[in-house]
């Protein structure tokens, strides 16, 4: 009997007692979609944390340094050089605080919201591959109960 060299598909190898955990699903699915979109952000010489930067400053204004390293949950010193990169390239400014010269304030510029426009749409399109098997109603129901468990998460000590 002659044993096949093709891989087996990857929920053919995986334990059932593993597919059983919803929490193992979803851990393998998001870790599957950033990949995703690691890669696409790589190809543009960019990180996550560019993104998530730009997104926070867009989304919730101008931050002290370290104020954006509490809202994002990054080490101080990745921040600090995401923000560098992001300000070499003209996507934020930073200036000491008038209040405060120890403080840096950080702020998005013009370049940085066309930036992260075309970012969200990278982003869009990873969803659009990772939902794929999914209709609009059903993505829907999908969105809604992330939401449910994520704002719970965010809540939980």
């Known amino acids: ?5 093709e891989p087996a598909p990857a ?14 699903l979803l851990s393998r699915t998001g870790k599957a ?5 690691a890669e696409r952000l790589a ?6 944390w560019d993104m998530a ?23 101080p010193s990745d921040l600090a050089k995401v923000a560098d990169q992001l300000a070499a390239a003209g996507h934020v400014e930073r200036a000491r605080d008038t209040a405060d010269r120890r403080r840096v304030r950080v702020t998005v510029t013009d370049s940085g ?4 426009a075309e970012l969200r749409a990278e982003a869009l399109a990873v969803q659009d ?3 794929a098997p999914l209709n609009a109603a059903e993505r829907q129901v999908l969105h809604e109960l992330l939401g449910r468990l994520h704002a719970r998460l965010a809540g939980a000590p």
């Open 53 to 75: 930067v730009l997104a926070a400053l867009a989304d919730f204004g101008p931050h002290a340094q370290r104020d954006l390293v509490r809202r994002l949950g990054v080490d």
């Open 43 to 48: 190809r543009r010489g960019l990180r996550l």
């Open 129 to 131: 591959e990772v939902l």
């Open 1 to 5: 009997m002659a044993v096949s060299e």
């Open 11 to 24: 929920a053919a190898s995986t334990p059932p007692t593993l597919l059983d955990l919803s929490t193992y």
């Open 113 to 116: 919201r066309a930036l992260l």
């Open 33 to 37: 979609a950033r990949a995703r979109l």
